[in-house]
C-alpha cells in the first residue's frame, strides 16, 4: 500500500507567514532593537511605502494649493474687472459732463454774444440725410413763439432761418443748403457781398463769398463778414465767417471768393432762435 505524500495549501502557507510576520513584529517591538534583522526587514517594506505616502501627500497638498491660489485669483481678477468697469463707466460720466459743461458754457457765451436779441433754445430732433446740417427739425414751434423767417444762431454764428413751423417743432434751413443766399458785408469796411451755400466747400468748412464790390482793394483775406443791414430776412452783426480767399472777376467790378464758417455744421445739438424779426 503507498503511503500518501503530505501537502499544504497555499492559503494556509501564506496565513503561516502572516502568522510568523505578526510575531516577528511583536518580538521586535517588545525587544525595542531598532538594528534587529526584524526591524531592518520591516523598514525595507515599510520606508517605501512611506515615502510613496508622503510623496503623494506632498502632491496633494501642492495641487489643493494651486487650486486655492488659482480660485484666488479668479476672484481678485473679477473684482479688478468690476472696478475696472466700474472707473470706465465714472471716466465716461466725467467725459459727457464735461462736453455737456463745454455745450452750456457755449450757449451761455452765445447768448451774451447776442444780449441785444430775444432767443429761445431748442435742440435738434431731426435732420435730412448726410453728414451735414443743410436742412433740419428744432423741439421748439408755435407755442414758444416760433415763425418763419426768424433766424437761428449757434457755436458764435449764424445758422440759417425758420422756414416751417408746427405746434411743437420747427425746421430750419442752414446757410449752407444750396438754395441759401445772405445778403451779407465785411465787418471794417461795410462792403456789401452775397454768401452762398454750397455743400462741395463744406469739407474745409468753407462757403461761397460773391458780389463784392470793394473797388479800393480795402478788403484783405481774414476779414470778418457777418450778415448786412439789408438783409431781408437776417439780422445785421450776426457772424458768418472770415474771408479765406478773394479774386477779381472777369468783370473786374466785383470779388469773389470763400469765407472759413464759424459754425461747425457737421456737429448741431443746440441752437438759439432769435424771436425778433426783421423789419
Known amino acids: 500500500?503507498?503511503?500518501?505524500?503530505?501537502?499544504?495549501?497555499?492559503?494556509?502557507?501564506?496565513?503561516?507567514?502572516?502568522?510568523?510576520?505578526?510575531?516577528?513584529?511583536?518580538?521586535?517591538?517588545?525587544?525595542?532593537?531598532?538594528?534587529?534583522?526584524?526591524?531592518?526587514?520591516?523598514?525595507?517594506?515599510?520606508?517605501?511605502?512611506?515615502?510613496?505616502?508622503?510623496?503623494?501627500?506632498?502632491?496633494?497638498?501642492?495641487?489643493?494649493?494651486?487650486?486655492?491660489?488659482?480660485?484666488?485669483?479668479?476672484?481678485?481678477?473679477?473684482?479688478?474687472?468690476?472696478?475696472?468697469?466700474?472707473?470706465?463707466?465714472?471716466?465716461?460720466?466725467?467725459?459727457?459732463?464735461?462736453?455737456?459743461?463745454?455745450?452750456?458754457r457755449a450757449l451761455y457765451g452765445l447768448d451774451n454774444q447776442y444780449s441785444q436779441y430775444p432767443k429761445v433754445a431748442a435742440s435738434v430732433i431731426g435732420k435730412d440725410t448726410g453728414n451735414w446740417f443743410h436742412n433740419f427739425i428744432i423741439d421748439k414751434g408755435k407755442k414758444d413763439g416760433i415763425e418763419v423767417d426768424m433766424n437761428v444762431i449757434a457755436s458764435g454764428g449764424l445758422v440759417g432761418k425758420i422756414v416751417a413751423v408746427g405746434n411743437d417743432w420747427a425746421r430750419v434751413r442752414s446757410i449752407i443748403d444750396d438754395s441759401s443766399n445772405v445778403s451779407a458785408m465785411t465787418q471794417t469796411t461795410g462792403d456789401y457781398c452775397v454768401i452762398s451755400g454750397n455743400l462741395e466747400l463744406l469739407e474745409d468748412g468753407e462757403i461761397t463769398m460773391s458780389n463784392l464790390y470793394d473797388t479800393d482793394d480795402n478788403v484783405q483775406v481774414g476779414e470778418m463778414i457777418v450778415t448786412s443791414n439789408i438783409s431781408e430776412t437776417y439780422l445785421p452783426g450776426l457772424l458768418i465767417g472770415y474771408l479765406s480767399e478773394i479774386s477779381v472777376d472777369a468783370n473786374n467790378m466785383t470779388k469773389s471768393g470763400k469765407a472759413s464758417l464759424v459754425v461747425d455744421f457737421e456737429h448741431i445739438r443746440e441752437v438759439f432762435v432769435i424771436t425778433q424779426k426783421k423789419q
Do not use: H
Open 1 to 104: 500500500m503507498r503511503k500518501r505524500k503530505f501537502s499544504l495549501s497555499s492559503k494556509y502557507v501564506l496565513l503561516l507567514l502572516a502568522v510568523i510576520c505578526i510575531v516577528l513584529v511583536m518580538v521586535s517591538y517588545l525587544t525595542g532593537d531598532a538594528t534587529s534583522p526584524v526591524n531592518r526587514a520591516v523598514g525595507y517594506v515599510i520606508a517605501p511605502v512611506q515615502k510613496g505616502i508622503a510623496a503623494a501627500g506632498n502632491w496633494l497638498e501642492t495641487k489643493f494649493s494651486f487650486l486655492q491660489d488659482k480660485e484666488s485669483l479668479i476672484e481678485e481678477n473679477k473684482a479688478l474687472q468690476e472696478r475696472v468697469d466700474e472707473l470706465t463707466l465714472e471716466n465716461t460720466t466725467l467725459k459727457g459732463n464735461s462736453f455737456e459743461l463745454d455745450r452750456l
